[in-house]
């Protein structure tokens, strides 16, 4: 079975520009989370999907951020403009219906904005 | 609003050494506990979690964790350290929000 997938792996952009990354669940898997980890911090809750929706988008830092689910499969997280405070590494993550607590995790995405 | 507090950055063992990394948290009523491990270059995997029952819980990899309600702790522990297990580790709390608060991490160091 694969794992939550997450692209790119890294990616260095311009403040100003826009970065799109993407994480392909695992199949089946209706919670989708958005996680990102500031170098030599916590690991800080974006957003949290069900299926399509946004269940809890508390976690945003501002309307630079976008995330979609498309019709509740893979799911993408917009940067745009980027900021330099952006850069650190996004977390993808699943989870299975019932709470079992376990959530699967990609291998994130390191954004470096220069 | 519930936090995690990991107060070592940084842990060095010896292999074969004995193992705990602190974890201590902040909330009103007992959350449930995880703790997590990232080897380099792989996501997060799920070490253990702690919902309710026996406070002392095993996990995959030889480790364990203790929660102690009067102290607010889920301290994790490994008898003997392998080399493999050098790796970040993140406690997490949860509890009824189906959303994790993850700690910030303890980075353990394995000496041969």
């Known amino acids: 079975e694969a794992g939550v997938t997450q692209f790119p792996s890294h990616s260095v952009i311009e403040k100003g520009q826009t970065v799109t990354l993407r994480c392909d669940p695992i199949s089946g898997h209706d919670n989708l989370y958005w996680y990102r980890r500031v170098m030599g911090k916590e690991i800080k809750f974006l957003l949290h999907?069900?299926?399509?929706?946004?269940?809890?988008e508390s976690g945003m830092p501002n309307n630079r951020f976008l995330a979609e689910r498309t019709g509740g499969t893979y799911s993408t997280l917009k940067v745009q403009p980027a900021e330099l405070e952006d850069s650190g590494v996004y977390f993808c993550?699943?989870?299975?219906?019932?709470?079992?607590?376990?959530?699967?995790f990609g291998e994130g995405s390191r954004l470096t904005v220069l | 609003a519930q936090s995690v507090t990991q107060p070592d950055i940084h842990i060095t063992v010896s292999e074969g050494a004995s193992l705990e990394l602190r974890c201590n948290y902040s909330?009103?009523?007992?959350?449930?506990l995880f703790w997590y491990v990232q080897s380099p270059g792989q996501g997060l995997q799920l070490l253990l979690k702690?919902?309710?029952?026996?406070?002392l819980v095993q996990g995959i990899k030889g480790f364990e964790a203790e929660f102690k309600r009067s102290q607010s702790s889920f301290n994790l522990r490994k008898p003997s350290v392998h080399w493999s297990d050098a790796a970040e580790y993140f406690c997490?709390?949860?509890?009824?929000?189906?959303?994790?608060?993850f700690g910030r991490g303890t980075s353990l160091i394995v000496h041969p």
């Open positions: 702690y919902f309710s029952g026996d406070t």
């Open positions: 997490a709390v949860e509890r009824g929000s189906y959303i994790p608060t």
């Open positions: 909330y009103g009523a007992t959350p449930y």
């Open positions: 993550a699943s989870a299975g219906g019932g709470n079992t607590g376990e959530l699967f």
């Open positions: 999907f069900v299926k399509e929706s946004k269940q809890d």
